[in-house]
Structure formats: structure tokens, C-alpha cells
């Protein structure tokens, strides 16, 4: 794949430059603050943008809020949000169309995972942090939506919410594939959720129904 970086801190973005290289992907270009990325995003036109949510000129959600720019302007560019903090409101808007990943910056340092999830994002999948996916499922308010679901199925719902696929979460709990399969149904099924199989219509039909929002159709 073709990646812009778009990171303030020089050592964390050659760190990730070098390491995207490694695994066999073409940096095409590195951007230190939200305006550079911007220029470059155009400029290049990759397949996947990784970007700081925190970057100059206002160290806010300046990254963010361009992330959403780039997907408005180039759609087909995958996206992927590095956070130091867990910030769950730029999740939501932006994985509703797939091809997004929302990754605390500590999960880079699994390599294996981290190359994992950038290669699905690419790929038009998706993929949250679990720190993220805990924060929604765990809260009170969703508690009380999920209190239908065995502790095996918000197991599953977690790893679903996270991108992972079937075979993903069956490696994962240590479970059979057609074990995982029959959760799955059983979870759509007591969400009244659609029961397609394609990653980000997954977590985003798990998105939707913790916010309250109708679950997408087919």
C-alpha cells in the first residue's frame, strides 16, 4: 500500500515509517501537522493516510477533523487515527463507511497486531482498539442495552466491534469457527441487527446500536 504519515513527533513518525516499510509498504510521504498532511493527502494520493488525532497547529483534534476532510475528498482512502487518550467521539462518524481503524498509540508497539490491523483497514475493513470497544460496551448505559447477551457473546461482540472476523475471534477466545458463527447469529439475532459478515458493516451495526442510531440495512 501507498501510506502518508501525518505525526508531530519525529521520532514516533520515522519509528512508523521505518516499520510500515519493513512490512513491505511504500511511505510516500510524511506530514508533521494537520495543514502538511492535508497538502500531501492530495498530493499523493495513497491508500491509507495513519494520522495523529493531536497534531499543530492547535494540538486539539486538528487530526481528526482532517481525517474527516480526507474522507470526504478521497473516499477510497483508508484511515487510520492514532491517540495517545482514548477520544471514542471520532469513532463513530468515521467507520461508518469501513476502510477506518482507531488505534491507541501503545497498540504500534504489537507489531504483529498493529501490521494486522493497518493491512484490513486497507483492505476496507475496519478496526477499533480494544481500550475503545471497552469503553462502549462496558458502560453502564450499554450494560443495560446488552443485558440480553451471555458473557460469551459480549466476548464476541468486543472482538466484532474491534474488526476481527470469525476466524479472527475464534483464534483469539480459543474457540471453534462454527462456535464463533453460532455466536454471532445469536448476537445479531438478540440486536435485531443485520447478520452480514462483512468486517466494517459489523462493527458498524455494533456502533450504531450502542448509540441509540437504527442499524443499517442489509
Known amino acids: 500500500m501507498r501510506i502518508v504519515i501525518g505525526e508531530d513527533s519525529a521520532l514516533f513518525r520515522e519509528g512508523l515509517a521505518r516499520l510500515l516499510s519493513d512490512a513491505g509498504h511504500e511511505v510516500?510521504?510524511?506530514?508533521?501537522?494537520?495543514?502538511?498532511?492535508?497538502?500531501?493527502?492530495?498530493?499523493?494520493?495513497?491508500?491509507?493516510?495513519?494520522?495523529?488525532?493531536?497534531?499543530?497547529?492547535?494540538?486539539t483534534d486538528d487530526g481528526a477533523r482532517a481525517a474527516r476532510q480526507i474522507r470526504l475528498a478521497q473516499p477510497r482512502c483508508a484511515i487510520v487515527l492514532l491517540s495517545q487518550h482514548i477520544e471514542s467521539r471520532h469513532s463513530v462518524e468515521l467507520v461508518a463507511h469501513g476502510g477506518f481503524g482507531y488505534l491507541l498509540k501503545d497498540r504500534v508497539l504489537d507489531v504483529d497486531d498493529f501490521l494486522d490491523a493497518v493491512r484490513r483497514i486497507g483492505a476496507g475493513g475496519s478496526a477499533l482498539d480494544p481500550e475503545v470497544v471497552r469503553r462502549l460496551v462496558g458502560g453502564q448505559r450499554s450494560d443495560r442495552l446488552l443485558a440480553s447477551l451471555t458473557s460469551r457473546e459480549r466476548d464476541v461482540l468486543a472482538l466484532m466491534a474491534e474488526g476481527l472476523t470469525n476466524i479472527g475471534i475464534a483464534r483469539r477466545?480459543?474457540?471453534?469457527?462454527?462456535?464463533?458463527?453460532?455466536?454471532?447469529?445469536?448476537?445479531?439475532?438478540?440486536?435485531?441487527?443485520?447478520?452480514?459478515?462483512?468486517?466494517?458493516?459489523?462493527?458498524?451495526?455494533?456502533?450504531?446500536?450502542?448509540?441509540?442510531?437504527?442499524?443499517?440495512s442489509g
Request: glycine share 2%.
Open 28 to 59: 510516500v510521504a510524511k506530514a508533521h501537522d494537520a495543514p502538511s498532511l492535508l497538502h500531501e493527502v492530495e498530493r499523493t494520493q495513497p491508500d491509507l493516510a495513519v494520522i495523529d488525532i493531536r497534531m499543530p497547529p492547535d494540538r
Open 173 to 216: 477466545l480459543w474457540l471453534a469457527d462454527r462456535t464463533v458463527e453460532a455466536h454471532v447469529s445469536s448476537i445479531m439475532s438478540k440486536l435485531g441487527l443485520p447478520t452480514t459478515d462483512e468486517g466494517h458493516r459489523r462493527v458498524l451495526a455494533v456502533l450504531a446500536y450502542l448509540n441509540h442510531a437504527p442499524p443499517p
